[in-house]
């Protein structure tokens, strides 16, 4: 009796201890699928999708969408929730010129948050722009993700704004020593009269400083201008050892062919950003006497992300990868890699999530800095060859992560 009485006992703690597990996984279990995403995550994209930087915003667009397919296995969901990229254009209908508007960006980032839900924002061809929807982001306390706007300040300016598009800091790295030893030491700089314009001046003369470059004074020009005479006559009157010229969207080839008729190429050298493929038969065959600075071309990099990049944009668009196609797939990896981690839109969350997390995207690593949100990732020096129209990008040299990380910027958090 008692022998039955001890067995009853351990069978009733056995059966205790099985329900209590069962019930411990089925809280699991239960937790588990209440932390998943559930119905539509609506992403806001502000970009150019007209005039003067349209063909920068197209490769937002599309790169964003095929980075978005690579990081959901092509399903476009994280758990069960589908993404929604809403897209809205920063250029006015009014504007004749083309010229992005910050305002227009401002009005757009609201009109996704509050009209449309949009509870993550990626943006923006234009520097300007993205800055004015970085006070968009913090007011609404929204992640917004900068590619591809290149102006230092975007880094550190808040922490909701994060960014996979490379600084103005980064260029000037990766191209000074380059220049300098190439070219000589005696400089001046081209460059147009905005946001980006002004951040890589003041990032390349930093850099040059410290070569103990020799400055021979900076040349801007409006966004608008069709003329630049006057302003290659100041260049061609101090005759420097070289020309760095800071140029974005479709008026760098007007300036490239203008530098080219005015006998530029003849006295001086030039070093640039390497631009689109688009651009390259714009500079003629004196394109082939520039040094570049690269951010990106479809050929140098050997990585799956990239070949997938590639293949996505040349089946889906008919044209190869270019430029800015990249950094936005970069910027689809980070967001998606972040709601995977946390299974939440909460920005506190993501946040966390964000800081320090690198994607392996279609240059290599891709690391946002916890520091100022800043993106470390492998930049290049590059020459074009060829002639007449046909021309390619040769690589020069790859440079590291660490080779091109620019200093800590101050931050506003």
């Given at each position: 009796m008692r022998g039955n009485r001890h067995a009853y006992v351990l069978f009733s703690l056995a059966i205790a201890l099985s329900l209590l597990l069962q019930g411990a996984g089925g809280a699991k279990a239960a937790h588990s699928n209440a932390t998943q995403l559930k119905g539509s995550i609506v992403i806001g994209q502000i970009t150019s999708e007209t005039g003067a930087f349209s063909i920068y915003g197209t490769e937002q667009?599309?790169?964003?969408?095929?980075?978005?397919?690579?990081?959901?296995?092509?399903?476009?969901?994280?758990?069960?929730?589908?993404?929604?990229?809403?897209?809205?254009?920063?250029?006015?209908?009014?504007?004749s010129a083309g010229i992005p508007d910050p305002a227009t960006a401002v009005t757009d980032a609201k009109t996704a948050i509050t009209n449309d839900h949009a509870q993550i924002l990626q943006c923006c061809a234009s520097s300007a722009s993205?800055?004015?929807v970085a006070g968009v982001a913090a007011q609404y306390q929204k992640i917004l993700m900068v590619a591809p706007a290149a102006d230092d300040t975007l880094s550190g300016v808040n922490r909701y704004t994060f960014r996979t598009s490379r600084m103005a800091t980064q260029d000037a790295l990766t191209g000074t020593k380059y220049a300098v030893k190439k070219f000589g030491k005696g400089y001046m700089t081209l460059a147009q009269d905005y946001a980006f314009g002004h951040s890589q001046v003041t990032a390349w003369k930093t850099q040059l400083d410290k070569l103990g470059a020799t400055d021979g004074g900076d040349v801007y020009f409006p966004l608008t201008t069709t003329d630049f005479t006057p302003y290659i006559q100041q260049i061609l009157a101090k005759k420097p050892n070289w020309v760095f010229m800071a140029c974005a969207g479709q008026q760098c080839v007007a300036l490239a062919k203008a530098l080219d008729n005015a006998g530029v190429f003849?006295?001086?050298?030039l070093f640039t950003g390497?631009?689109?493929i688009a651009s390259f038969p714009g500079f003629g065959d004196a394109g082939t006497k520039i040094g570049y600075m690269s951010v990106y071309y479809y050929k140098f990099p050997k990585t799956?992300?990239?070949?997938?990049?590639?293949?996505?944009i040349k089946q889906h668009y008919n044209r190869p990868a270019d430029i800015f196609d990249q950094d936005s797939f970069a910027a689809a990896?980070?967001?998606v890699a972040a709601l995977k981690k946390t299974h939440s839109t909460g920005s506190g969350k993501l946040i966390k999530a964000l800081e320090g997390q690198t994607v392996l995207g279609p240059k290599g690593p891709y690391?946002?800095?916890k520091a100022d949100h800043a993106c470390l990732q492998p930049m290049y020096v590059a020459q074009l060859v060829g002639s007449g129209t046909n021309f390619t990008a040769k690589l020069i040299a790859t440079l590291s992560p660490k080779q091109t990380a620019p200093p800590i910027q101050k931050h506003n958090w």
């Open positions: 667009i599309e790169g964003f969408k095929a980075g978005l397919a690579y990081a959901t296995n092509g399903t476009n969901k994280v758990d069960s929730a589908r993404l929604v990229v809403k897209t809205y254009n920063d250029v006015p209908a009014s504007s993205a800055l004015a003849d006295q001086t050298h390497l631009g689109n799956a992300a990239n070949t997938y990049l590639v293949k996505y990896q980070q967001i690391t946002i800095r």
